[in-house]
């Protein structure tokens, strides 16, 4: 007599090896690069009374960001870039996240020129998502530099 086999148990996956029998190294990440040009009317300047226009200003960015899974369930992503024009880095964010199976946590940092930072512990569960959360905050407007 054959046993039935139970539907809903699992059989835990084994971790994938290389030839030598050691486990295979995966970090998946990405990297974007862009550069932008942008003309504008600049209205800090004068008008031009035989065109009436405002003469054109440009400006040159490089922008960048990433994102990089560290482990199963751990994830950091950022972003930054430059303005040729200004001479400045352009507001850079940076985040951390970790699957917690049925609740997720995140943990975001926004850097000058507008510092804040973001905490979010929740379930995934959409149903749950806004009833079962706790969250922690700093806003621009009200914030002094805490790093």
Not at 37 to 56: A, L, T
Not at 85 to 104: G, N
Request: hydrophobic residues 35%.
């Amino acid at each position: 007599m054959k046993k039935a086999r139970s539907g809903g148990a699992k059989k835990k996956e084994k971790a994938k090896t290389d030839a030598d029998g050691y486990m295979a190294f995966s970090m998946p990440w990405s990297l974007t690069v862009s550069y932008g040009i942008s003309m504008f009317e600049d209205r800090s300047k004068e008008i031009n009374v035989r065109r009436m226009r405002y003469p054109f200003s440009f400006t040159q960015t490089l922008n960048f960001s990433g994102y990089l899974r560290i482990s199963d369930g751990w994830n950091i992503s950022f972003s930054s870039g430059y303005d040729f024009v200004q001479k400045k880095i352009s507001m850079t964010t940076a985040s951390l996240a970790r699957d917690l199976h049925c609740f997720e946590m995140s943990a975001s940092v926004v850097l000058k020129p507008y510092s804040s930072f973001n905490f979010t512990f929740r379930a995934r569960a959409s149903e749950l998502a806004d009833a079962l959360k706790w969250e922690k905050r700093s806003a621009y407007s009200s914030n002094i530099d805490w790093y």
